[in-house]
């Protein structure tokens, strides 16, 4: 009669190496042999071999590292393939198998049942570590008044970040207004329609809401216009919003708030409005140029400048209101006292606009491709190679250049440009403090 070997091979794998072990035994006998065999990263391999007396429960002979390297033949049972291990297997008595099966069966319920305590274990953890090393995220850089730069293009505006270009927000609008602007505190957006109201919105709700439609604070700032806009300026002065807005028939009102504050007819057309840098006096361009008291809605002064011989649209009062700024109809930069009623040419180059720092300390003058910044005792030259739109003064006194491509930013002190917007826009405006 044969005698039955059984066999049993266990192999673990973990971070620190490979770990395998045989158990090897008889029917004939209470000798069991043990094969160990380990790899580590920083370490050679290990084999050991020893028996163990099931009987006395004494280990008969081991065999360390050195002795096993040097007689492994002799000492290391090879490894049985799976396949002879499969046939030993199924020569076992029926009695043993079913006993085998049992006790299989229990350890395989035991090993499901502590790994999914490590698994559960290792997920709690793995979501301890991953809430503690996970970054909090920031809340939005921009906070409502802010300064921004505001866009109309296919009939949607788009709000955005003055001092990072990125966008807070951008909905649909259905229309396009005739003129738009930004309140000094930056908290609104006012709108003028040619044939419609003028609109107050509030930037928070914009930033909430997706639809222009939809918005409770689009509340008109007066009623229906019986003339068409021709004119529109939006006053400096932070404490109260205030709001003038010139007609084809001469009409002008000064919009406070809500309401009507003041009006003044002029028989013709308004061509331009300006406000001065204190925000106390109004500037009207018709067929004559005229200086107005805000609050009282006088008249000031009317100045001996022929309106056809200036470039309209391009009036600017000095920042102690003692000079006016314009450019003639060859583009020239003109300087003219109020004083004494006197004109000083001051350049030849041929100019399309010209625009004032907030506090009117600073100005622009620019054609299509070239840029003058200019102050009492020194001025600075740059050149575009796209065609510029418009400019404007950043609250730090940067230049916000709209070209036809992009809006660019320009820091003409250290003579250093940045592409701030890559967006095509058809009109702009910018918070100027």
């Keep these: 009669m044969s005698t039955k070997q059984f066999t049993k091979k266990f192999e673990a794998v973990t971070n620190a190496g490979v770990f395998r072990a045989e158990i090897q035994s008889s029917q004939s006998s209470s000798v069991v042999r043990v094969n160990i065999e380990t790899e580590t990263p920083n370490s050679d391999a290990m084999k050991v071999s020893f028996l163990i007396d099931n009987e006395s429960k004494n280990v008969e002979q081991s065999f360390p590292k050195e002795q096993i390297e040097q007689s492994s ?15 030993k297997e199924e020569t076992k008595p029926k009695e043993d198998v079913e006993q085998i099966e049992q006790s299989k069966q229990i350890k395989e319920k035991k090993d499901i049942k502590e790994k999914e305590d490590i698994k559960e274990t290792t997920s709690i ?59 000094p505190n930056n908290l609104n957006i006012i709108e003028c329609y040619p044939r419609s109201s003028i609109y107050s919105m509030k930037l ?75 925000g106390n006096l109004l500037i009207t361009e018709t067929d004559k140029i005229c200086i107005w008291n805000v609050e009282t809605f006088a008249l000031v002064k009317e100045l001996n400048i022929t309106p056809m011989s200036m470039l309209s649209g391009t009036i ?36 399309k606009g010209l625009t004032t720092s907030f506090d009117h300390r600073m100005i622009v003058t620019f054609s299509d491709h070239e840029i003058t910044v200019r102050n009492p005792s020194w001025l600075r030259d740059m050149h575009s190679r796209n065609k510029i739109l418009n400019i404007y003064f950043a609250p730090n006194n940067d230049l916000i250049i709209h070209t036809e491509d992009e809006i660019l930013r320009w820091n003409y002190v250290s003579n250093r440009k940045q592409v701030l917007i890559q967006q095509k826009f058809s009109m702009i405006s910018v918070s100027n403090n």
């Design 125 to 183: 953890e793995q979501i301890k570590e991953i809430k503690e090393i996970e970054p909090i995220k920031p809340k939005s850089e921009f906070t409502i008044g802010s300064p921004i730069i505001v866009g109309f293009s296919d009939d949607k505006f788009t709000v955005y970040d003055l001092e990072t270009g990125k966008e807070v927000e951008s909905l649909s609008w259905g229309s396009r207004p005739f003129q738009f602007g930004i309140s």
């Design 204 to 278: 928070a709700d914009i930033i909430a809401k997706k639809s222009a439609y939809d918005i409770s604070s689009k509340s008109k700032i007066n009623d229906q216009f019986s003339q068409s806009v021709s004119s529109f300026a939006i006053s400096p002065n932070r404490n109260n919003l205030l709001v003038a807005i010139g007609y084809n028939d001469g009409m002008i009102k000064l919009i406070k708030s809500d309401s009507v504050t003041q009006t003044r007819a002029l028989q013709k057309k308004i061509m331009h409005l300006a406000f001065s840098a204190d």
């Design 316 to 351: 600017q009062l000095s920042a102690d209101n003692k000079f006016l700024y314009y450019l003639d109809q060859q583009g020239s930069f003109v300087k003219h006292n109020i004083d004494n009623d006197t004109t000083c040419q001051l350049g030849d180059r041929s100019f």
């Design 73 to 87: 033949s002799s000492t290391i049972s090879p490894i049985e393939p799976i396949e002879q291990i499969e046939q």
